[in-house]
């Protein structure tokens, strides 16, 4: 479990996070869902720590990472897998070597285990015959398996995605989408997914978090979501003709 | 500007720290040397040769009175590409290749979230990717320059062989005469130092892109620039204090 507690979080004078508290589940794929802006990767990025909280504490099952040191935080580090926006993949190594490259950092795995494992993740999520490719030579939705495959390289207990959606036509979105919650079940990881995709939030949002404006507006799952009688939440999830349509009479 | 250096000296403090595995350093490091320097004889050899030779086409025109002889020619081309030429023209020269490739291949990792992958891992970004093209630069610019010196003479004797300015003799007899090696330590402190610069402010600039691709463009330019205005500057207080 990963608990944010009264986050906040300046650039200088503008108060981009206010006061957000929330909880997310281990085994469960919880979504941060919110429009452009909001606030989800600022508040994704002061979880992990790349960026500094200004006031509250971010703990991973007890643990306070807020309070920590670099070298402590680093034991963290080791169990935490993230997916960026563009995938964030290296583009001077292959496909194998930067699903090789987290094991390299953190373990002393020989080559030929690294290798082992490397094609095991890649597997996993579904690439075959990609290792020398660069990821120049990908396609969108190769990119996030490939950055999934590495994600998951080191078997983390606490998995992030930042629009894992982005930039993908709905099918493969809801291939990468089924991904994610398989594995997540699979290997029990607690699973943060920033989205503002509609089909993923109705698909896997077991825990849902609704950031307005850099606050926390609601909480709850992907059946009470379409029932709320929440305002601003109400604009957001039925924005767009398809979703009008789901509008309970 | 204050807050430029200050930033600068900040990242500076991040980069200079022991790389974590040593393994992975040395093998960024012969990246690099491959990247910054072997890749760029071609272009130094290039401007080095034609450099050389025209220093002693004028040299030669410029001989009008019969009281100085010949053999200044190979004498003045040796003086002006062992000082001047090589170590600060052929550094600009770096500073445009080497520097917009730097600030861009950074920055391009800045704005596609490479950099924070890195940091998630655990791992010092600052140091594990400048580090290596510091070292890389510092070690290997000194070869480069004394290349573009032998490329650069030999440019001056293709004249002796091509026109009848002066003869390939009085010209070789030139290069020997009054020869100070101290001038090529002079000119191996410059680069070395020239190398610093041209790495180090590169990597502050692609390191400090925020945005897109059009900050990178930017990032890249300004790498150039502030390298090359440094780069001009620092032969001025250098020169002052290992010649005087
Ligand atoms: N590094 C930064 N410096 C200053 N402001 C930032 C930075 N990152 C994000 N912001 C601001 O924080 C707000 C939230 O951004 P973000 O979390 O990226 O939104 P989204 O919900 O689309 O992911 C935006 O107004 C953005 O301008
Ligand atoms: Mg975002």
Redesign the pocket.
Known sequence: MIEAKNISKF??D?R?LKDVSVEFDRGKTNLII????????????CLVGL?EVDKGQVIFDDRNFSEMSFNKRKIIRKEIGMLF?GGALFDSLTVEENVIFPLSIFTKQTIDEKRERANFCLKRVNLKNVNNLYPSELSGGMKKRVAIARAIAMNPKYLFC??PNSGLDPITSGVIDDLIKEITEEYQITTII?T?DMNSVIKIGDKIAF?HD?ELWWKGTKHEVLKTSNKELNDFIFATELTKKLIPK | MIYHLGKYILLMLQVFRKPEKGKVFRKQLFIEFQNLGVDSIGIVAIISVFMGAVVAIQTAYNIDSPLIPLTMVGFTTRQSIILEFSPTIISLILAGKVGSRIASEIGTMRVTEQIDALEIMGINPANYLILPKITAAMLINPIIIILSMGFGLFGGWLVSIVTNLFTSQTYIEGLQSWFDGYSVFYALIKTVFFAFIITSVSGYQGYDT?GGALEVGRASTKAVVWSSILIILFNLILTQLLLS
């Open positions: 650039f200088g503008n981009v919110g429009q452009s802006g909001s606030g989800k990767t600022v508040l994704m990025k960026f926006q930042d629009e920033n503002h950031i850099g | 925020k």
